[in-house]
């Protein structure tokens, strides 16, 4: 699993199995999951960013903007690994 930071265990079992229905190719429950984390935890980074590429995915175009904005505010609390 990618490295999450939240404070919130619930906004991250949401983003998890969001990570889980969207690489089994169900982008709107995907989505959902992803919409539901960051409503939980509105600087969980990852979430917003992973909401933001669902929403782009399904042509969202409003909702992709407003979550990949806030996904870049955000970069500062994510996690980096070096290789």
């Given at each position: ?9 619930d ?13 089994h190719g ?29 929403e782009?995915?399904?042509?969202s175009?409003?909702?992709?903007v ?18």
């Amino acid at each position: 699993m990618e490295e999450a930071t939240t404070a919130s265990l619930d906004a991250l079992k949401a983003y998890t199995l969001g990570v889980e229905r969207s690489r089994h190719g169900d982008y709107a429950t995907a989505a959902s999951l992803f919409q539901r984390a960051v409503q939980i935890d509105p600087d969980f980074a990852l979430a917003q960013q992973a909401l933001a590429r669902e929403e782009l995915n399904s042509s969202s175009s409003d909702r992709v903007v407003t979550a990949a904005t806030r996904a870049f505010e955000l970069r500062g609390r994510t996690t980096t690994r070096e290789q």
